[in-house]
């Protein structure tokens, strides 16, 4: 193993490796004041994905590993490629899980997703329905107070935004599936990828009166936001996922460490299935596991989630040897053909 290696991809819990990191480059140095909040330190998502309550995770490779550590040195998104089902998303999961770096704050984007929408929202109809609901509540019309006394309230940073808070250790955010999404977003996240900041105007029109306001994160804890600007301090973590579905702007593409990931195999196979059934379960469930790696040989893609799928049924269903390949033969239809 590497001695700069900072994530081993061993999935073995190790919070101090991330206290190993060097100084950013200058280039991709902040110094915003540090923000104090309480971070999420697993969720049942990483769980479900990884599988950590009953065997050590699925190693990276060493390309893998290489370059995901060098989006980690040098303070850059990683951009991840690869067909659905090879673990695209599962490696931010694992990176957060072994460096103790919280929950990943996950943004799954769609055709309609903009950058507002990972940054933050304002709720300004529920703001004005819950004053409109005081002012009938009181006999009079109530002097106007303090902005902030209620603005916060209707604010909450997505998760994006929630990332670019200026912790002293790096959140782990998750684009998923960034090829998906309208043709204007990967050119408006490059400013904010590149700065590592953005301004909430709500909160700076009223800067000059209350320059400190309180918000929601997407961990729903509240924090503080001056100013009406949100800076980072240590860059997060991003992955941004893709399908290959389209073709990325060169800015974009510039500012990322690019990863194709590719299906796991062999030992990564193996520590999957262990990782989610136990030490045994690839052994006994060798021939599930070699009709799927059959799909190499003919071309078939086939998402490792369908060989979980297989092996959990078999190992409840159908124990008669006959059954099992019925059950795999299935379930394991290859995602380029339908059934036959």
């Given at each position: 193993m590497s001695e700069w290696f900072v994530y081993q991809g061993s999935g073995r819990p190790d919070p101090a490796r991330i206290d190993r990191l060097p100084e950013p480059p200058p280039w991709r140095a902040f110094d915003a004041p540090v923000v104090s909040y309480d971070v999420p330190?697993?969720?049942?998502?990483?769980?479900?994905?990884?599988?950590?309550?009953?065997?050590?995770?699925?190693?990276?490779d060493p390309d893998t590993l290489e370059l995901v550590n060098a989006a980690l040195y040098l303070r850059r998104p990683l951009l991840v490629t690869g067909e659905p089902g090879v673990g695209k998303s599962t490696l931010a999961h694992s990176v957060a899980y072994e460096l103790g770096l919280g929950r990943v704050l996950e943004w799954p984007i769609v055709s309609r997703s903009e950058l507002r929408d990972g940054l933050y929202t304002y709720d300004a109809i529920g703001r004005l329905q819950d004053a409109q609901l005081r002012r009938a509540a009181e006999t009079r019309t109530p002097a106007s107070g303090p902005e902030s006394e209620d603005i916060g309230r209707y604010i909450r940073l997505g998760p994006l935004g929630t990332a670019l808070l200026a912790a002293e250790r790096p959140r782990v955010l998750l684009i998923d599936e960034l090829d998906k999404s309208d043709i204007d977003l990967p050119n408006d996240l490059l400013n904010v990828l590149e700065e590592g900041r953005f301004a909430i105007p709500?909160?700076?029109?009223?800067?000059?009166?209350?320059?400190?306001?309180?918000?929601?994160?997407?961990?729903?804890?509240?924090?503080?936001?001056?100013?009406?600007?949100v800076c980072c301090r240590a860059f997060p973590f991003v992955v941004m996922t893709s399908n290959r579905e389209r073709e990325f702007p060169a800015p974009l593409l510039r500012r990322c460490i690019p990863l194709d990931l590719k299906a796991p195999r062999d030992e990564r196979l193996a520590a999957l299935v262990q990782a989610h059934f136990g030490q045994d379960a690839y052994e006994a469930n060798h021939d599930i596991v070699d009709h799927f790696t059959e799909a190499e040989a003919d071309g078939a893609l086939r998402p490792t989630d369908q060989l979980l799928n297989a092996i959990f049924l078999a190992q409840h269903a159908a124990r008669d040897p006959a059954r099992r390949e019925e059950i795999s033969e299935l379930l394991m239809q290859p995602l380029d053909r339908g059934p036959r």
């Open positions: 330190v697993l969720d049942s998502a990483t769980r479900r994905r990884l599988g950590t309550g009953t065997a050590p995770l699925p190693i990276q709500e909160l700076e029109r009223i800067a000059d009166r209350t320059p400190v306001v309180r918000v929601l994160t997407d961990d729903g804890r509240k924090v503080e936001v001056t100013q009406g600007q």
